[in-house]
C-alpha cells in the first residue's frame, strides 16, 4: 500500500487543491442535472448547494438554464427543483433506440434462471451508479431494486466493482466527493479496491439494504470499465450458493455489453 499511497500523494500535488473545481462550465451543469435526476425527492437549491459543494450563486444560474431548457421544474410555491418535461424526451430515446436494453434483458434473464435470484445492470453516471435494467426473483422473500434507480458509487458491490476499475484520479474525485479525504480512509479504500480487482468481482452485504447481499463483476468495452452486472438477495440465499453465483455472474460479465 505504500505504493498506492505514494501514487495519491503525487496525484494530490499536480491536481493542486482541484479536486473539486476541476470540472468545466459544461461538466457542473451536467453534474447538477444528473443530482436532481437522481434524487428520490425534489430538492431545495441551498440543499443542492450544500450537497455538490457549489456556490449558490452558481447554483442558480445552472439551475436557470436547466429550466429554461424544461430539463428541470421549479416548484415555486415549495421552493424546490425535479427532473421536467424535456427528461421524457431523452428516456424515450433511450427506450427506442439504445441497444442496451434489448441486448441486456436476454443475458439478465439467464442469471435470473441460472440463480434464482434478482439480476442487473449498472453503469456509472457521475458519482453514482445507475440501474438500466433488472430481473425481478421469483421468492416472495427477495430484493428489490428497480431499473432507473441509483446508489451512490462507493455503496454496495455493484458501485464498488466499476469504482475499483476506474482511473485512479477519477477514484480520487469519487472519493472526494463522499467526503473521504483522510490518509487512513484513503489507504483502507485503495486496499479495498486493489483485492476487488485481484478477486474480479466484488459482494457486499447490508451496505444498500439490510440483510441483503450483491454479487458483482464489471463489464468492459476495450479496457475501459462500462458497468456491472450484478445478482442481488437475502444474505442467507446468497452464502448458501456463493460459488454457483459468483461463477454465474461472472460468465454473464463475460456476455456484455452485447455485440452489435
Partial sequence: MVFNWLKVIIIQKEEANTVTNSLSANEKLLQV????????????????????????????????????WNLIEENHGHNTYSAGPAALQLQRNFQ?????????????????????????????????????????SPYALRCSYEKGQSQPLIRGASAK???AYLPLSR???????????????????????????????????????LGVSGVSAPV??????????????????INSRKNKIVMCVLQAARALPPQH
Avoid at 443475458?107 to 434464482?116: A, D, M, P
Avoid at 485503495?190 to 468481482?201: P, V
Fill in 33 to 68: 442535472l444528473i443530482h436532481i435526476a437522481a434524487s428520490p425527492f425534489p430538492l431545495q437549491a441551498q440543499q443542492l448547494s450544500v450537497e455538490m459543494n457549489m456556490p449558490i450563486s452558481s447554483l442558480y444560474r445552472y439551475l436557470a438554464l436547466l429550466r429554461d
Fill in 96 to 136: 427506442i433506440n439504445s441497444p442496451l436494453p434489448d441486448g441486456v434483458r436476454p443475458i439478465l434473464k439467464r442469471l435470473q434462471q441460472q440463480t434464482g435470484e434478482m439480476s442487473a445492470y449498472m453503469v456509472p453516471v457521475g458519482f453514482n451508479a445507475l440501474c438500466v435494467d433488472s430481473i425481478d
Fill in 161 to 163: 466493482v466499476i469504482l
Fill in 171 to 209: 477514484q480520487l474525485r469519487i472519493l472526494n466527493h463522499y467526503e473521504i479525504t483522510e490518509k487512513e480512509q484513503l489507504d483502507a479504500w485503495l486496499t479495498e479496491l486493489d483485492l476487488i480487482k485481484q478477486d474480479g468481482f466484488a459482494i457486499s452485504t447490508s451496505e444498500i439494504d
Fill in 220 to 237: 468492459f468495452i476495450g479496457n475501459k470499465v462500462a458497468g456491472a452486472v450484478s445478482v442481488m438477495a437475502p444474505a442467507e440465499r
